[in-house]
């Protein structure tokens, strides 16, 4: 994908954005008045909700109720997972087939994702998924696959897992209520979901691991699904950045002491709701070169995927006067067709599909 390419993708992006006001930064929303349950609450909740996603696409939460010990106890467990010799973490490996195991420095070119050849360098990062899938999994669902001696890995992840699909699912609930359907109206779409943790180490950049020309921790891109969950590390500067309404890029960062887990809609949301809501473009950018042999960041995204034989067609609520904008598509197709885009040398799908 040439630069001008990938801008070009970039203004359409910008140019969706033009209607909202500049923002000077992500909206925060307290999800405590909606887990309480009075309707009034639900009812302020859902409605700055949908305000966020019509704007911004990026939105902060507190109060979102997952234990502090179950976020520490994943985040510790994947500081071991790192650290562990690069033979033990690629034992379980990303492939064409499977989405999910390691994917290893440079392994992964998320600007990809966006148009069919870029060229640039793999992105500076390395990443560990699982996907436990619900209760209830579909029959050809891939049970996880863990490296040898991983029993603490794979209970902090099992318990991270469980909080944040419980997470999601309030989420879920806020989105149909801000989208005037009836609450549970996501639930059947998520009896046998693939929601995934990824773990993202992007490690300190000491000499001769300096980035190439154009190299980045992670390219900009939108996410591919319904909704992603991102805990945020990283005490150094030079991290995520959002697009924001006129399309200048926003740092966005998250304290220890606030708690917060920052929310972001992918594509399938958008189309689902006729690009009433948001799927926002980001990035993760490289740590001022003063810092960079120091500044290790690391970050667990959790990406909500619906059943993969579920529909996305325009949500009734959404069509509006000039109807549905694009075509129903089944949303694992879609899943998998993003997820070979960004493979490094495994450019398999066809060229001129779009
Ligand atoms: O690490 C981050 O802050 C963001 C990662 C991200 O956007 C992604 O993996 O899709
Ligand atoms: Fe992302």
Not at 261 to 278: E, H, P, Q, Y
């Amino acid at each position: 994908m040439s630069a001008a390419s990938v801008e070009a993708s970039l203004t359409a992006e910008r140019q969706k954005r033009q209607h909202a006001g500049p923002l000077p930064n992500i909206p925060a929303i307290s999800l405590k008045p909606f887990r309480e349950g009075a309707e009034e609450g639900k009812k302020r909740v859902a409605a700055e909700w949908d305000r966020a996603c019509r704007e911004v696409g990026f939105i902060k939460i507190v109060d979102h109720g997952v234990p502090k010990e179950v976020i520490d106890m994943c985040w510790s467990a994947t500081e071991a997972f790192f650290e562990r010799p690069l033979e033990e973490k690629s034992a379980v490996p990303m492939t064409a087939n499977y989405p999910y195991g390691y994917s290893a420095m440079g392994g992964e070119n998320l600007l990809a994702s966006l148009d069919k050849a870029a060229e640039t360098p793999g992105d500076l990062k390395e990443m560990w998924n699982v996907c436990f899938g619900s209760d209830t999994p579909a029959a050809d669902h891939p049970p996880p696959r863990w490296p040898a001696e991983s029993e603490r890995e794979q209970l902090a992840y099992r318990a991270y897992d469980r909080a944040l699909a419980g997470l999601a699912d309030t989420l879920y609930r806020v989105c149909a209520l801000a989208l005037g359907l009836e609450e549970d109206w996501f639930v059947p779409k998520n009896t046998q979901h693939r929601n995934v943790v990824r773990a993202i180490h992007y490690p300190a950049l000491k000499p001769p691991a300096v980035p190439k020309p154009g190299q980045v921790r992670a390219s900009a891109h939108t996410d591919y699904g319904s909704l992603t969950i991102l805990r945020l590390g990283g005490e150094f500067p030079g991290g995520l950045q959002v697009m924001g309404a006129t399309g200048e890029w926003i740092d966005v960062s998250t304290t220890a002491e606030e708690d917060a887990f920052v929310i972001n809609l992918g594509d399938l949301m958008a189309r689902w709701t006729n690009d009433r809501w948001m799927s926002t473009p980001h990035q993760v950018i490289n740590p001022p070169s003063e810092v960079a042999a120091v500044a290790r960041r690391i970050s667990i995204a959790y990406f909500c995927n619906i059943n993969m034989d579920a529909m996305v067609e325009c949500i009734p609520s959404c069509a509006g006067e000039q109807g549905s904008k694009y075509e129903p598509i089944a949303a694992g197709a879609w899943l998998m067709r993003k997820h070979e885009q960004t493979q490094k040398g495994q450019r398999c799908y066809e060229k001129g599909q779009s």
